[in-house]
T-cell receptor, first 112, second 114 residues
Framework: EAGVVQSPRYKIIEKKQPVAFWCNPI?????LYWYRQNLGQGPELLIR????????DSQLPKDRFSAERLKGVDSTLKIQPAELGDSAVYLC??????????FGSGTRLTVV | AQSVTQLGSHVSVSEGALVLLRCNYS??????LFWYVQYPNQGLQLLLK??????LVKGINGFEAEFKKSETSFHLTKPSAHMSDAAEYFC????????????FGKGTRLHILP
């Protein structure tokens, strides 16, 4: 089966510009996660979806970050406007009960 | 608050030597425990997981980890290091029947010396 697919792999933008990341989870995985991984750190959860419902977005900076998973399948994470401190790797993962997480390769964002 | 602590942000071992990466968790309830590996510019790959069955868990690439409740530890070991083991390793914890989210440690970078 195909893994979790993320695009783009790399993105360089100027500060104050918008950016969007896309994630296609494994087919049948109803739970989708977005994590942010800063350099030299472990991933930190931004938002978790159960199907199309965001059930945990407590760590999502809502002033500039937004996410959607309209049909309960693929998801988009957006930052508008981006700040220098947003430079990080954004990881998407999906899971279904009892089978553990599968991570995508991530999108490395550099804000200049 | 539940958390996971990895001792040592960098560990260096010689090729062929024992690999030991330490992980301790803080929790009042039994968690699920994971070890992930991340190669440069890659996502995270699951090495192994403990889900309340056997306390000694065998994973991929010759790695294994032992859950020790009395020590709240889940250290990762491999008898003989290989150059290809050089990577970042993350210990993680989740709590089934709660929110099921995974909490990661800060990671340990493993260096293999020739």
């Amino acid at each position: 089966e195909a893994g979790v697919v993320q695009s783009p792999r790399y993105k360089i933008i100027e500060k104050k510009q918008p950016v969007a990341f896309w994630c296609n989870p494994i087919s049948g995985h109803n739970t989708l996660y977005w994590y942010r991984q800063n350099l030299g750190q472990g991933p930190e959860l931004l938002i978790r979806y159960e199907n199309e419902e965001a059930v945990d977005d407590s760590q999502l900076p809502k002033d500039r970050f937004s996410a959607e998973r309209l049909k309960g399948v693929d998801s988009t994470l957006k930052i508008q406007p981006a700040e220098l401190g947003d430079s990080a790797v954004y990881l998407c993962a999906s899971s279904t009960q009892g089978r553990g997480y599968t991570f995508g390769s991530g999108t490395r964002l550099t804000v200049v | 608050a539940q958390s996971v602590t990895q001792l040592g942000s960098h560990v260096s071992v010689s090729e062929g030597a024992l690999v030991l990466l330490r992980c301790n968790y803080s929790s009042s309830v039994p968690p699920y425990l994971f070890w992930y590996v991340q190669y440069p510019n890659q996502g995270l790959q699951l090495l192994l997981k403990y889900t309340s069955a056997a306390t000694l868990v065998k994973g991929i690439n010759g790695f294994e980890a032992e859950f020790k409740k009395s020590e709240t530890s889940f250290h990762l070991t491999k008898p003989s290091a290989h150059m290809s083991d050089a990577a970042e390793y993350f210990c993680a914890v989740s709590y089934p029947n709660r929110d099921d989210k995974i909490i990661f440690g800060k990671g340990t970078r493993l260096h293999i010396l020739p």
